[in-house]
């Protein structure tokens, strides 16, 4: 069992994979370290892994049934602050905010509420979702970027509850540049040829479809080149049968879910990331650390990290023509390559997982009133 320090925080998660928030989570937990931290996740989740790799205390639910989530989990939450008492309880995903909500409307819980909003999904359409951001246990609301922020506040009506704290990355967790001959021994792409792919989710927010039509628009002009899709998810058949019926099973690759990233991503020249809906894109920044030029569309806080044609090249959602442009414009000069890359490592510097845990930390004893 870890260490306990004077600050106590219970952080609630109902994802079972890993994503980009889980990765935040653990960040906290590892570099949060005068901060006794404790964890409430689903049995199977991919997070309870690495939270007992850290020693932390820990507690897991089983929702495989509606009824199990609704009313059994929030009872067992309550038996678990029960038994820690927190300062502050942290719900990371939307699913954990619904826990904490419907345990405060049975349950008098005397510790602040801190939400973390992490996704570009616009809420506040029905009257559960705008109960749940105006609950009064809310102290915080944690917006991953100044683009949630402001969806929000068109929900929320107490705005200074409102805060943005980015998303971090570790440099450390990269210490190979592009380009990495990774993919390339692995996939025996020739030297000459460009490998152009993006590392996401096959959701439908991460604009697949739109990536496959890219490609297709690029290789109209220019042959010598290799797209590589690394992740999994619901899209992935119908992805497949979209580079068949455009013929491009041999210039599209589908490398699934991959646990070697580290690797994979300095492995690409460019990254192509189409999203239609992002929150913050932390995998943008991963390529900007591994030296990876990033070709992206303007979804929600994706202009908060790139400025177009200083660190990154930017076009609108679902423009297959202009990501086509910019990611050809990049091929054909490598001085501009060259300065994107140089521009996009300094910015990297303002998105640091330190930064995100420094903030986080700083707020949380804000809340309780404690300098």
Known sequence: MAEEKALKVLHVSTQIGWRGGEQQIMYLIRLGRDVSHYLFCPEGAALKKEAIKE??????????SRFQFFFEVPLQLWQ??????????????????????????????????????????????????????????????????????????????????????????????????????????????????????????????????????TASEILKHWQKI????????????????????????NKIILLGFRKDIPEILPSLDILLFPSENEG????????????????ATSAGGIPEMITHQEDGLLANVGDTQQLASNVLS???????????????????ENFTVGNMVTQTIKTYYEILGID
């Open 80 to 213: 678990f602050i029960n038994e820690i008492h927190p300062h502050l309880i942290h719900v990371h995903d939307s699913g954990a905010h619904t826990l904490a909500y419907l345990l405060a409307r049975r349950k008098v819980v005397a510790s602040p509420l801190i939400v973390s909003r992490r996704v570009d999904i616009r809420r506040g359409k029905n009257m559960f979702s705008r109960k749940k951001y105006n609950q009064a246990e809310i102290a915080k609301i944690f917006c991953v970027s100044n683009y949630v922020k402001t969806i929000m506040e068109s929900v929320v009506d107490d705005k200074s509850k409102l805060v943005t704290i980015y998303s971090g990355i570790d440099l450390q967790r990269f210490p190979y540049r592009s380009p990495h001959p990774k993919l390339r021994n692995e996939l025996d792409i020739p030297d000459d040829f460009l490998i152009v792919g993006n590392i996401a989710a096959l959701t439908k927010p991460k604009g697949y479809p739109i990536f496959v039509k």
């Open 226 to 249: 290799v797209f590589v899709i690394a992740g999994d998810g619901p899209m992935r058949v119908k992805i497949e049968k979209m580079i068949l019926n455009l013929g491009l099973e």
């Open 55 to 64: 020693g932390i205390t820990l507690r897991t639910f089983d929702s495989s």
């Open 330 to 348: 990049l091929a054909r000069d490598v001085e501009l390559r060259n300065k994107l890359r140089e521009n996009a490592y300094k910015t990297v």
């Open 280 to 295: 913050l894109g932390t995998t943008i920044l991963d390529a900007m650390a591994c030296g990876v030029n990033v070709v």
